[in-house]
Nanobody
Framework: QVQLVESGGGSVQPGGSLRLSCSASGSIFAIYAMGWYRQAPGKQRELVTTITSGGSTTYADSVKGRFTISRDNAKNTVYLQMNSLQPEDTAVYYC???????????????WGQGTQVTVSS
């Protein structure tokens, strides 16, 4: 199947920056859009940002102008640069992609294990 491994989470003070990475590996035939979701304690998981294989992006209003998503198709890796972080950005961040594995040749959603981002003074 397809595995997603995230890295780069941590703790930062308000106004600080973090960069998350997510690499896809395994039996990959094709990877389509990649994105980041987040889930804060007691809240539903929400979409933060997406990027297509062609580089088109979308952002939640709450992160526009502060977060930037990018990807390296050759490395099957997506990045999330987070600037001007605020306490309300505190959440577990999940990487997600739609991909086709060489085992099933079916398009499925895949998720990473999540990485904690904490913004606190």
């Amino acid at each position: 199947q397809v595995q997603l491994v995230e890295s780069g989470g941590g703790s930062v003070q308000p106004g600080g920056s973090l960069r998350l990475s997510c690499s896809a590996s395994g039996s990959i035939f094709a990877i389509y859009a990649m994105g980041w979701y987040r889930q804060a304690p007691g809240k539903q998981r929400e979409l933060v940002t997406t990027i297509t294989s062609g580089g088109s992006t979308t952002y939640a209003d709450s992160v526009k102008g502060r977060f930037t998503i990018s990807r390296d198709n050759a490395k099957n890796t997506v990045y999330l640069q987070m600037n001007s972080l605020q306490p309300e950005d505190t959440a577990v961040y999940y990487c997600q992609t739609q991909a086709i594995s060489t085992r099933t040749y079916k398009r499925n959603d895949y998720w990473g294990q999540g990485t904690q981002v904490t913004v606190s003074s």
